[in-house]
Protein backbone atom coordinates (compact mmCIF):
# COMPACT_ATOMS: atom_id res chain seq x y z
CA UNK A 1 0.00 0.00 0.00
CA UNK A 2 2.81 2.44 1.11
CA UNK A 3 4.64 1.76 -2.37
CA UNK A 4 1.49 2.21 -4.35
CA UNK A 5 1.11 5.98 -2.47
CA UNK A 6 4.66 6.78 -3.44
CA UNK A 7 3.93 5.50 -7.18
CA UNK A 8 0.73 7.49 -6.75
CA UNK A 9 2.91 10.79 -5.53
CA UNK A 10 5.58 10.51 -8.02
CA UNK A 11 2.53 9.77 -11.29
CA UNK A 12 0.71 13.22 -9.48
CA UNK A 13 3.81 15.26 -9.53
CA UNK A 14 4.63 14.18 -13.15
CA UNK A 15 1.25 14.83 -14.19
CA UNK A 16 0.35 18.05 -11.98
CA UNK A 17 3.65 20.01 -13.39
CA UNK A 18 1.93 20.65 -16.49
CA UNK A 19 -0.97 22.11 -15.07
CA UNK A 20 0.98 23.99 -12.41
CA UNK A 21 2.30 25.70 -15.87
CA UNK A 22 -0.50 26.47 -17.39
CA UNK A 23 -2.67 27.71 -14.40
CA UNK A 24 0.65 30.32 -14.27
CA UNK A 25 0.08 31.28 -17.42
CA UNK A 26 -3.22 31.92 -17.26
CA UNK A 27 -2.67 33.81 -13.81
CA UNK A 28 -0.07 35.91 -15.64
CA UNK A 29 -2.60 36.60 -19.07
CA UNK A 30 -5.66 37.57 -16.53
CA UNK A 31 -3.55 39.95 -14.23
CA UNK A 32 -2.47 41.58 -18.11
CA UNK A 33 -5.87 42.04 -19.41
CA UNK A 34 -4.90 38.94 -22.05
CA UNK A 35 -6.76 36.38 -23.91
CA UNK A 36 -5.12 33.33 -21.44
CA UNK A 37 -4.72 30.36 -23.78
CA UNK A 38 -6.22 27.60 -22.41
CA UNK A 39 -5.21 25.76 -18.64
CA UNK A 40 -4.38 22.58 -20.80
CA UNK A 41 -2.21 24.08 -23.49
CA UNK A 42 0.98 22.75 -21.55
CA UNK A 43 -0.41 18.87 -22.15
CA UNK A 44 -0.91 19.63 -25.93
CA UNK A 45 2.50 21.08 -26.27
CA UNK A 46 4.11 18.09 -25.13
CA UNK A 47 2.13 16.12 -27.02
CA UNK A 48 2.32 17.43 -30.03
CA UNK A 49 6.46 17.63 -29.42
CA UNK A 50 6.10 13.55 -29.07
CA UNK A 51 4.62 13.30 -32.21
CA UNK A 52 7.68 15.21 -33.88
CA UNK A 53 10.20 13.80 -35.64
CA UNK A 54 13.40 13.99 -33.70
CA UNK A 55 16.54 15.77 -36.00
CA UNK A 56 19.98 15.31 -34.44
CA UNK A 57 22.80 17.06 -35.89
CA UNK A 58 25.56 14.97 -37.21
CA UNK A 59 28.11 15.98 -34.89
CA UNK A 60 26.44 15.43 -31.93
CA UNK A 61 27.95 13.02 -29.51
CA UNK A 62 26.37 11.02 -26.87
CA UNK A 63 26.05 13.89 -24.59
CA UNK A 64 23.90 14.95 -26.37
CA UNK A 65 21.63 12.43 -27.12
CA UNK A 66 21.25 10.87 -23.80
CA UNK A 67 21.21 14.32 -21.82
CA UNK A 68 17.28 14.84 -22.49
CA UNK A 69 16.68 11.17 -20.85
CA UNK A 70 19.09 11.77 -18.17
CA UNK A 71 17.22 14.86 -17.26
CA UNK A 72 14.01 13.48 -16.79
CA UNK A 73 14.97 10.08 -14.86
CA UNK A 74 16.53 13.10 -12.78
CA UNK A 75 13.24 15.10 -12.35
CA UNK A 76 11.29 12.04 -11.93
CA UNK A 77 13.62 10.46 -8.67
CA UNK A 78 13.31 14.43 -7.37
CA UNK A 79 9.59 14.35 -7.35
CA UNK A 80 10.18 10.18 -5.23
CA UNK A 81 12.11 12.35 -2.19
CA UNK A 82 9.82 15.46 -2.01
CA UNK A 83 6.70 15.08 0.15
CA UNK A 84 3.89 15.90 -2.12
CA UNK A 85 0.92 14.62 -0.10
CA UNK A 86 1.72 12.45 2.69
CA UNK A 87 5.46 12.28 4.60
CA UNK A 88 5.44 8.64 5.72
CA UNK A 89 6.32 7.08 2.27
CA UNK A 90 9.17 4.26 1.78
CA UNK A 91 11.32 6.88 0.34
CA UNK A 92 10.84 9.22 3.14
CA UNK A 93 14.71 7.70 4.18
CA UNK A 94 16.38 9.11 0.89
CA UNK A 95 14.32 12.17 1.11
CA UNK A 96 17.54 14.31 1.99
CA UNK A 97 17.89 17.86 0.89
CA UNK A 98 21.56 17.71 -0.20
CA UNK A 99 20.71 14.91 -2.11
CA UNK A 100 18.18 16.97 -3.93
CA UNK A 101 20.39 19.71 -4.43
CA UNK A 102 22.75 16.99 -6.11
CA UNK A 103 20.11 15.57 -8.53
CA UNK A 104 19.36 18.80 -9.06
CA UNK A 105 22.98 19.85 -9.88
CA UNK A 106 23.58 16.65 -12.13
CA UNK A 107 20.64 17.78 -14.31
CA UNK A 108 21.92 21.25 -14.77
CA UNK A 109 25.43 19.80 -16.04
CA UNK A 110 24.80 17.45 -18.11
CA UNK A 111 22.15 20.16 -19.82
CA UNK A 112 25.28 22.64 -19.98
CA UNK A 113 27.51 19.96 -21.47
CA UNK A 114 24.49 19.34 -24.05
CA UNK A 115 24.15 22.93 -24.63
CA UNK A 116 28.13 22.75 -25.46
CA UNK A 117 27.97 19.53 -27.47
CA UNK A 118 26.52 21.22 -30.42
CA UNK A 119 29.72 23.87 -30.91
CA UNK A 120 26.73 26.92 -31.67
CA UNK A 121 27.50 29.93 -30.41
CA UNK A 122 24.20 30.41 -28.46
CA UNK A 123 24.42 27.00 -26.98
CA UNK A 124 28.22 27.98 -25.50
CA UNK A 125 26.33 31.25 -24.24
CA UNK A 126 23.49 29.67 -22.45
CA UNK A 127 25.59 26.79 -20.71
CA UNK A 128 27.78 29.72 -19.77
CA UNK A 129 24.88 31.77 -18.45
CA UNK A 130 23.18 28.51 -16.68
CA UNK A 131 26.56 28.03 -14.61
CA UNK A 132 27.14 31.37 -13.56
CA UNK A 133 23.40 31.36 -12.22
CA UNK A 134 24.27 27.83 -10.63
CA UNK A 135 27.22 28.82 -9.19
CA UNK A 136 25.92 31.66 -6.68
CA UNK A 137 22.69 29.52 -6.19
CA UNK A 138 23.71 26.69 -5.24
CA UNK A 139 25.36 27.90 -2.47
CA UNK A 140 22.60 29.95 -1.40
CA UNK A 141 20.45 26.83 -1.46
CA UNK A 142 22.92 25.11 0.69
CA UNK A 143 23.08 27.73 3.18
CA UNK A 144 18.98 27.40 3.34
CA UNK A 145 19.34 24.09 4.05
CA UNK A 146 22.07 24.19 7.07
CA UNK A 147 19.69 26.53 8.37
CA UNK A 148 16.73 23.88 8.14
CA UNK A 149 19.11 21.51 9.69
CA UNK A 150 20.05 23.34 12.73
CA UNK A 151 16.42 24.57 13.22
CA UNK A 152 15.05 20.95 13.16
CA UNK A 153 17.96 18.73 13.49
CA UNK A 154 17.74 16.85 10.27
CA UNK A 155 18.30 17.77 6.75
CA UNK A 156 16.04 14.88 5.70
CA UNK A 157 12.99 16.41 4.37
CA UNK A 158 10.03 13.76 5.79
CA UNK A 159 11.40 13.95 8.72
CA UNK A 160 12.11 17.87 9.05
CA UNK A 161 7.91 17.98 8.16
CA UNK A 162 7.12 16.24 10.59
CA UNK A 163 8.95 17.75 13.26
CA UNK A 164 7.03 20.94 12.22
CA UNK A 165 4.24 19.68 11.92
CA UNK A 166 4.14 18.52 15.86
CA UNK A 167 5.31 21.86 16.85
CA UNK A 168 3.17 25.04 18.23
CA UNK A 169 2.27 27.24 14.68
CA UNK A 170 4.38 30.20 15.50
CA UNK A 171 6.36 33.03 13.12
CA UNK A 172 10.08 31.98 13.33
CA UNK A 173 12.44 34.82 12.22
CA UNK A 174 14.88 31.99 10.93
CA UNK A 175 12.35 30.56 8.85
CA UNK A 176 11.18 33.64 7.26
CA UNK A 177 14.77 34.44 6.09
CA UNK A 178 15.48 31.20 4.53
CA UNK A 179 12.00 31.04 2.79
CA UNK A 180 13.06 34.54 1.32
CA UNK A 181 15.97 33.06 0.56
CA UNK A 182 14.52 30.15 -1.12
CA UNK A 183 11.95 31.69 -2.96
CA UNK A 184 14.85 34.13 -4.94
CA UNK A 185 16.78 30.45 -5.36
CA UNK A 186 14.10 29.15 -6.83
CA UNK A 187 13.36 31.82 -9.34
CA UNK A 188 16.56 31.98 -10.53
CA UNK A 189 16.66 28.05 -11.08
CA UNK A 190 13.48 27.98 -12.67
CA UNK A 191 14.03 30.55 -14.96
CA UNK A 192 11.71 33.28 -14.00
CA UNK A 193 11.94 36.98 -13.90
CA UNK A 194 13.89 38.65 -12.94
CA UNK A 195 16.84 36.11 -13.41
CA UNK A 196 14.84 34.73 -17.02
CA UNK A 197 11.86 35.64 -19.15
CA UNK A 198 10.31 32.31 -20.23
CA UNK A 199 8.25 33.64 -22.44
CA UNK A 200 10.87 35.16 -24.47
CA UNK A 201 12.99 33.65 -27.17
CA UNK A 202 15.68 36.97 -28.05
CA UNK A 203 19.48 35.44 -28.37
CA UNK A 204 20.83 37.75 -26.17
CA UNK A 205 19.17 37.49 -22.83
CA UNK A 206 17.99 33.96 -22.84
CA UNK A 207 19.69 31.55 -20.89
CA UNK A 208 17.88 28.36 -20.54
CA UNK A 209 16.22 28.60 -24.22
CA UNK A 210 19.59 28.99 -25.67
CA UNK A 211 20.65 25.75 -24.37
CA UNK A 212 17.86 23.55 -25.92
CA UNK A 213 17.70 25.15 -29.43
CA UNK A 214 19.29 22.22 -30.87
CA UNK A 215 16.54 19.88 -29.48
CA UNK A 216 13.11 18.49 -31.44
CA UNK A 217 10.94 15.94 -30.91
CA UNK A 218 10.36 13.73 -27.97
CA UNK A 219 14.15 15.32 -26.57
CA UNK A 220 12.56 18.88 -26.21
CA UNK A 221 9.41 17.14 -24.85
CA UNK A 222 10.98 15.64 -22.00
CA UNK A 223 13.39 18.56 -21.67
CA UNK A 224 10.34 21.13 -21.38
CA UNK A 225 8.45 18.49 -18.85
CA UNK A 226 11.59 18.32 -16.96
CA UNK A 227 11.55 22.18 -16.34
CA UNK A 228 7.71 22.13 -15.68
CA UNK A 229 8.67 19.25 -13.06
CA UNK A 230 11.38 21.52 -11.74
CA UNK A 231 8.89 24.74 -11.22
CA UNK A 232 6.80 22.57 -9.34
CA UNK A 233 9.27 21.17 -7.05
CA UNK A 234 10.69 23.84 -5.97
CA UNK A 235 7.01 25.33 -5.56
CA UNK A 236 5.82 22.45 -3.31
CA UNK A 237 9.24 22.64 -0.88
CA UNK A 238 8.71 26.53 -0.29
CA UNK A 239 5.04 25.06 0.85
CA UNK A 240 5.39 22.02 2.76
CA UNK A 241 8.76 22.91 4.12
CA UNK A 242 7.77 26.52 5.92
CA UNK A 243 4.07 26.01 5.46
CA UNK A 244 3.47 21.82 6.30
CA UNK A 245 -0.05 22.13 7.33
CA UNK A 246 -2.24 19.63 5.79
CA UNK A 247 0.27 17.04 5.03
CA UNK A 248 -1.33 13.09 5.46
CA UNK A 249 0.37 11.67 8.71
CA UNK A 250 -1.32 8.37 7.95
CA UNK A 251 -3.03 6.73 4.69
CA UNK A 252 -6.54 7.12 5.61
CA UNK A 253 -8.59 8.67 2.54
CA UNK A 254 -9.64 11.39 4.86
CA UNK A 255 -6.09 12.60 5.94
CA UNK A 256 -4.87 12.15 2.03
CA UNK A 257 -7.89 13.87 0.53
CA UNK A 258 -6.95 17.11 3.39
CA UNK A 259 -3.56 16.38 1.73
CA UNK A 260 -4.33 17.15 -1.62
CA UNK A 261 -6.49 20.33 -0.86
CA UNK A 262 -4.21 21.47 1.06
CA UNK A 263 -1.56 21.05 -1.54
CA UNK A 264 -3.33 22.63 -4.44
CA UNK A 265 -4.06 25.73 -2.09
CA UNK A 266 -0.86 26.32 -1.55
CA UNK A 267 0.55 26.51 -4.88
CA UNK A 268 -2.27 28.00 -5.94
CA UNK A 269 -1.22 31.14 -3.15
CA UNK A 270 2.15 30.99 -4.39
CA UNK A 271 1.80 31.17 -8.20
CA UNK A 272 -0.34 34.22 -7.41
CA UNK A 273 2.55 35.58 -5.53
CA UNK A 274 5.16 34.70 -8.47
CA UNK A 275 2.86 36.39 -11.18
CA UNK A 276 2.49 39.54 -9.22
CA UNK A 277 5.97 39.53 -9.06
CA UNK A 278 7.26 38.89 -12.30
CA UNK A 279 4.13 41.97 -13.31
CA UNK A 280 5.69 44.15 -11.06
CA UNK A 281 9.61 43.33 -12.45
CA UNK A 282 11.51 43.64 -15.22
CA UNK A 283 14.55 41.32 -16.00
CA UNK A 284 17.46 42.22 -14.90
CA UNK A 285 20.62 42.58 -16.74
CA UNK A 286 23.17 39.39 -16.83
CA UNK A 287 25.82 41.62 -14.65
CA UNK A 288 23.36 41.87 -11.81
CA UNK A 289 22.83 38.07 -10.85
CA UNK A 290 25.36 37.84 -8.40
CA UNK A 291 23.92 40.79 -6.60
CA UNK A 292 19.88 39.24 -6.64
CA UNK A 293 21.88 35.71 -5.66
CA UNK A 294 24.46 37.10 -3.40
CA UNK A 295 21.29 38.75 -1.22
CA UNK A 296 19.44 35.24 -1.29
CA UNK A 297 22.87 33.97 0.20
CA UNK A 298 22.68 36.41 2.81
CA UNK A 299 19.39 36.09 3.51
CA UNK A 300 19.75 32.66 4.50
CA UNK A 301 23.00 33.05 6.28
CA UNK A 302 20.85 35.59 8.65
CA UNK A 303 18.12 33.50 9.12
CA UNK A 304 20.91 30.90 10.29
CA UNK A 305 22.34 33.73 12.59
CA UNK A 306 19.20 34.46 13.71
CA UNK A 307 18.40 30.67 15.01
CA UNK A 308 21.50 30.90 16.85
CA UNK A 309 20.95 34.39 18.64
CA UNK A 310 17.77 34.49 19.16
CA UNK A 311 16.08 30.28 19.33
CA UNK A 312 19.10 29.11 20.54
CA UNK A 313 20.29 31.50 22.59
Known amino acids: ?17 PLFAGWIKQLKCWSQN ?34 PYLIFAVAVLACAIVPLVSVHLP ?16 ARFFQALAGLDIGTAFGGMGSSREMLIASMAEPAMLMVVFTLAVSVGTTNLAAAIE ?38 HLELTMVHEAMILEYSGHHLALIEWSAQIRTLLYAVLLANVFFPWGLAEHFSLEALGIGVAAIALKLMALSSILVLAEILLAKMRLFR ?22 EVG
Open 1 to 17: MAWLLNLLQILLFMAAA
Open 34 to 67: RRAPSLLQPYFALYKLFGKETVVAERASWVFRTA
Open 91 to 106: TSALADVIVLVGFLGL
Open 163 to 200: TLLHQPIMVRPSFVFAALALALVAVAETGRIPVDNPAT
Open 289 to 310: YPQFLGFAYLLALLGMLIHVIL
